[in-house]
């Protein structure tokens, strides 16, 4: 019998669950990876992740060539194309592995509906994470909505369960992949309706996520410190490859804990470790909560009042373009149009100005960042936004309001980030550069700074700011 395994966000070969699955089970196993139109539509046309996608397909074709098979590459609604392919095939079965997704999960269930009605099934295995929403649960049988005792309920079910990290073996059963037939061709870039983005992801691929992992296991027992300053290259910066499944999640948690049991991971494993349950806390807040996409996971606090209207859009813009006059918020800003990432420090940053600061809706702030990070996952933004609007599922009182002056000063002593992308600011002091308004205007004058016309002046007062917010919040909690 004949089984399709459709690729989705997992373009890897090795541990694999779908795959793994649909290889003991079936005498011909084909691969598919389809462009699906749904998704790709409203992209602009030089966006990163598609290249991405794209050159990581390229690999996971070249890989699954290499062992005797091949990956059918679609253009269109996936909805529609993977139940006519499996007709095609005749495959009795389709096997993927599950997305948390709302949309995603509303694609597998029409598609799912589709195969059923030919005779066909859609088989799912759980592949993006290690647990999934329903196995950690209080005691009471129902979800966490705080992480610290999600992550030691996680952790405990880690140590019950070590065979949740046994990998999904491949590359020995592969005799059942179907060959690849002599016409066999992927389409170009511009096939799919885009254009080579002129700063790409680097590295995309099974080959760029085993290089970044193989640097950051050197940087690893250190990351307990040095995460938090974004100078640094302290980071994995592995989100964009678990975010398209380049590299599975239980090998990285399997090398963390033969790290943290041979010492080696120092203090930097189990916190990098949080990280990555962290990851799953949001998914399974995602998917118990699904109305967390367009509301306030704390409902009460969908009755904050925004600003809205032309002032509120000017000072958007000013933010999404790196103009608001706090060198750490435009640097971080900037870092993000020009290489679709941002460091987690400077995300908590922008993130708290934008609702805190300038007292707009974390919505539109979510929505620029999906539009532009390289990462992004709706469960870990939407999770992050909420958190930095205090609307969220954190044990953070709403009154907390990060000062972007003290967190610059803070996570970027010397400025050496800030100067990264602000070059008109490289000449001012280590002291100057965090707030230039306050500077003296020799020291101004001396690095050959005009504010208002090298660099903008701010344009909120932090303090004012900080009382319109806390207003805007005790308003609720009087209501
Ligand atoms: P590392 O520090 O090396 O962490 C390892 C991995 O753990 C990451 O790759 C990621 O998968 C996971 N992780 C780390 N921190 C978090 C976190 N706070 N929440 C969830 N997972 C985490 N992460 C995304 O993957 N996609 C997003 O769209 C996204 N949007 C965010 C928006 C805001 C406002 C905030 C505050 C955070 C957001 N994050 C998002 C979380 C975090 O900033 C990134 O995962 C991290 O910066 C990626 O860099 P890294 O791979 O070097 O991380």
């Known amino acids: 019998r004949n089984s399709l395994v459709w690729f989705r966000r997992d373009l890897r070969v090795d541990d694999h669950a779908a795959l793994h699955h649909a290889l003991l089970s079936s005498r011909h196993v084909f691969g598919v990876f389809v462009f699906d139109t749904d998704i790709l539509a409203g992209l602009p046309p030089d966006d990163r992740r598609v290249q991405f996608l794209l050159d990581s397909v390229r690999e996971l074709d070249a890989r699954l060539r290499s062992l005797g098979g091949y990956l059918i590459v679609r253009h269109g609604r996936a909805a529609q194309v993977i139940p006519a392919l499996a007709a095609e095939l005749d495959a009795e079965s389709v096997f993927a592995n599950r997305d948390y997704e709302p949309q995603a999960l509303a694609r597998d269930r029409a598609v799912l509906e589709t195969l059923r009605a030919a005779g066909r099934s859609l088989q799912t295995f759980k592949d993006q994470v290690i647990f999934e929403r329903d196995e950690v649960l209080t005691l009471a049988g129902g979800p966490y909505s705080v992480f610290t005792p999600y992550k030691n309920a996680w952790l405990k079910r880690l140590a019950r369960e070590p065979e949740a990290l046994r990998p999904f073996e491949t590359a020995p059963h592969a005799a059942a992949l179907a060959p690849a037939p002599a016409d066999h061709a992927l389409p170009s870039l511009a096939a799919l309706g885009f254009v080579p983005n002129a700063a790409p992801i680097a590295r995309p691929g099974m080959s760029g996520a085993e290089h970044l992992l193989a640097q950051f296991e050197e940087r690893l027992a250190r990351y307990d410190h040095d995460r938090d300053y974004p100078a640094l290259d302290a980071t994995s910066r592995l989100s964009v490859h678990l975010r398209f499944g380049t590299l599975s999640v239980r090998r990285l948690v399997a090398m963390l804990q033969a790290r943290i049991a041979d010492g080696s991971g120092g203090a930097g494993a189990p916190v990098w470790l949080a990280e990555l349950v962290w990851r799953e806390f949001y998914m399974m807040i995602l998917a118990r909560h699904p109305r967390v996409v367009t509301q306030s996971f704390k409902q009460a606090f969908d009755a904050v009042a925004w600003d809205d209207g032309p002032d509120a859009d000017a000072l958007l813009a000013a933010w999404c373009a790196g103009r608001t006059g706090y060198p750490l918020v435009d640097a971080a800003m900037l870092q993000l149009e020009r290489t679709g990432f941002m ?44 958190w930095a609007a205090s609307t969220g599922c954190d044990a953070q009182p709403w009154f907390r309001i990060f000062n972007p002056v003290t967190q610059s000063k803070r996570f970027d002593p010397d400025g050496d980030f800030i100067r990264q992308y602000l070059p008109q600011l490289a000449r001012l002091s280590g002291a100057a550069i965090h707030a230039p308004w306050l500077a003296r205007p020799g020291a101004l004058a001396q690095a050959g700074v005009v504010l208002g016309m090298d660099y903008p002046r701010p344009i909120v007062d932090h303090d004012a700011a900080r009382e319109k917010t806390l207003a805007r919040f005790k308003a609720i909690r009087a209501a």
């Open 343 to 386: 460091h987690n420090r400077l995300r908590m940053v922008t993130a708290s100005f934008l609702t805190k600061d300038l007292g707009i809706d974390w919505r539109r702030g979510e929505r620029w960042f999906a539009l532009k990070l390289n990462d992004y996952e709706l469960a870990s933004n939407n999770g992050g936004w909420q």
